[in-house]
């Protein structure tokens, strides 16, 4: 009978919305999900056949959920871990042997310093080569073992001024001791260097006026350091300079100074004392040391530096992981790899913002971001969720409506079979 057949098209109109329903509440629930998806209810009709007359309506169904991989908005966050997609690519995470997919890179370091997300699942990326290119296959981002080597001093630059007022000191620089070499000397400067392990010294400058326009360098370190007796003074070096009565700098070129250090290589430290004007041309020999009449303050500027430890990290627009170690120095480690799909309407979601990949997906492609590729990579931000929450709450409006429409069918259906038993009586 049509009227019991109403009652059943109008139940089938009942469970679908209510699982649509379902849906749109989802959707909802997770507007501040990072890089949450949303889902979309997609209804479809059935149909019974019925002879020549062709197929007759026998209610709804809902026929799938999709999703919509819509760009969310990226949200800036300050924090190193924190990555966003902007394009259609998914960030590859490893969950033991299996190899899942997210959009979602609110990630962090775990114990031993492998980049993970939430649930601990260790993100990939390619290794980088001195030159910067990506080796083999994607392996987990891990920054347990990342240090900066140690780099020899290899350069002191001194420069600023010499008084060329100080007085000569009777008997000249004497170098016995510590003391002896400060009493004897105009002025001092310390220049901290680094040895072949990367352990940090001090050579000092020792400065002595010797005749007008002339000036003896005595550089020294503690003998402790240098297999000797601790506390006693040890010479590594001398120079003797001169300038032009400009004050411009005359002499010498560039001296080399060389010292072992315990337990490290023999190193060679070039002193540049700045560019002689042998000539002494006007306005020439003043990048380095000078003599005016003002008070000595010259300094020393060294190069290398000791072994660093990781103290951050830097993402650029190309997924490259750049180090930022406590030695002041940078080092590119990985390149973030992403993957992208045939297609994603194949992807089954799991949860946590987690996909995987299936037959209907595809095979992930995995590759880089940058030009050409899944997309770029937004260093110190997330994704944030598509939900447009407009759209569901007319969603909601909609469902709503279809909901109570169908309640009146079936509540019309019940009265005109009350009317059909009533009919009997």
Known sequence: MAILGSLSIARSGLVATGEALGVTSNNIANVNTTAFKGGRSEFADLVAAHGSRGSEGIGTRLADVSTSFAQGGIESTGRATDLAIQGDGFFVVRNGEDFLYTRAGNFHLDASQTLVTGRGDAVQGFELDASGQPIGAPVDIDFGGATSQ?????????????????????????????????????????????????????????????????????????????????????????????????????????????????????????????????????????????????????????????????????????????????????????????????????????????????????????STAGAGGPGRIVGESIERSNVDLAQEFVDLISLQRSFQANARVITTGDAVLNELINIVR
């Open 150 to 366: 140690p780099q020899p001093t290899a350069n002191v630059q001194l420069a600023s001024n010499l008084d060329a007022s100080a007085p000569l000191i009777d008997g000249g620089f004497d170098g016995t001791t510590f003391d002896t070499a400060y009493a004897t000397s105009n002025f001092s400067v310390p220049a901290r260097v680094y040895d072949s392990l990367g352990v940090g010294h001090t050579v000092t400058f020792f400065f002595t006026r010797t005749d007008a326009n002339a000036w003896d360098v005595n550089v020294a370190v503690d003998a402790g350091e240098a297999g000797g007796t601790a506390g006693e003074i040890q010479s590594i070096g001398t120079a003797s300079l001169t300038f032009n009565p400009d004050g411009s700098l005359a002499g010498p070129d560039p001296t080399d100074l060389t010292v072992t250090f315990n337990g490290a290589d023999e190193q060679t430290i070039t002193v540049d004392f700045g560019t002689p004007n042998t000539d002494a041309t006007p306005g020439a020999g003043l990048d380095g040391l000078t003599q005016f009449g003002s008070p000595s303050n010259a300094s020393a500027t060294a190069d290398g530096f000791a072994a660093g430890q990781l103290a951050t990290i830097a993402v650029d627009g190309d997924g490259v992981v750049t180090g930022v170690f406590d030695n002041g120095q940078t080092r590119q480690l990985y390149r973030v790899a992403l993957a992208d799909f045939p297609s994603t309407q194949g992807l089954v979601q799991l949860g946590d913002g987690l996909f995987q990949a299936t037959s209907e997906s595809g095979s992930a492609a995995i």
